[in-house]
DNA sequence: CCTTGCCTTGACCTCGGCGTCAAGGATTAC
DNA sequence: GTAATCCTTGACGCCGAGGTCAAGGCAAGG
């Protein structure tokens, strides 16, 4: 099968193919005119790496799967430089999503601050007291 | 105060402070010299800015802060469009720590299930029975 | 005067994963 | 024959938040 096909049944782009070749990843066979060649193995190199990515690994994560299949495994993981590829992923995810939700509640404490600090302005505004400051939007030409 | 005074206050470089003047966010006076020229309350209004920043907000995010307080509020989210931004920043942070414990729990499972798949085998080779179901990578529609 | 250390603008580099032409060759369809 | 599709390589664009030169101006101390 010819690059355009590939891509199709994997839902990809032609475009990706050559990018994966070009990392070395997907190499492909020629045919005698030039055109790259691949077979049914290379379809289940690209579920791999296709899989992977929209877990999130980048492409230099996904090698070691792809060596792996090439090798005669039967799955990409089935090596264990594939699960120490996992583990490494799961303590970033770990990492990421602790970092992340310490940003949400900081944010979250900010918000409530504030929706607090407009609540008191406005029961002083209803009790004669001080004037509203308002917001000016400046706009900003470079 | 000029320039490399500022960054050095605000712990930034003076290659930031003139990227976020190209960009409107932090326009500076000028001396005689053409040198720019900064007070204290272009260091408040940077520290938001580095605030917001280290939260995961981009720029542009920042601009109604920093807006909010050139306007003489007391606090960059003293503003509607503050809380707004918070608010909209609180929805996409929950998104995509969301998206990350999904990813996180498939990551996880895929690696129980490789090294299961591994104990198997090596089971298999202590005692000669019958071979364990192999599982395949779900694959993946795009 | 000369060095040192600030400052100025401008312009290109980084990174990942491709998108998007451009110019031309190969194959197939009619 | 020729149009319509495929394919090839090459090269630039994108995005964000700056990093990193380069070439030169301004001020102060010895």
Redesign the interface.
């Known amino acids: 099968m010819r690059i355009g096909e590939l891509a199709e049944r994997?839902?990809?782009t032609t475009r990706t193919l050559r990018y994966y070749e070009s990392r070395g990843l997907l190499p492909a066979r020629r045919a005698v005119n030039g055109y790259r060649t691949y077979d049914e193995s290379d379809l289940r190199l690209l579920?791999?790496i296709?899989?992977l990515q929209?877990?999130?690994f980048d492409l230099e994560e996904t090698r070691p799967f792809v060596e792996c299949l090439r090798a005669g495994h039967?799955?990409?993981?089935?090596c264990p430089a594939?699960?120490a590829v996992?583990?490494r992923?799961?303590a970033e995810?770990?990492g990421?999503?602790g970092d992340?939700?310490s940003?949400?509640a900081?944010?979250?404490a900010?918000?409530a601050q504030?929706?607090a600090?407009?609540a008191g302005l406005a029961a002083e505004a209803e009790v004669p007291g001080g004037p509203e400051?308002?917001?000016?939007?400046?706009p900003?030409?470079?």
Request: proline content about 4%; hydrophobic content about 30%.
């Open positions: 994997a839902g990809t579920r791999q296709r899989t929209d877990f999130g039967p799955a990409g993981d089935s594939s699960l996992y583990r992923k799961l995810l770990d990421l999503i992340l939700q940003v949400r900081q944010v979250g900010q918000l504030a929706e600090a407009r400051p308002r917001c000016e939007l400046t900003h030409t470079n």
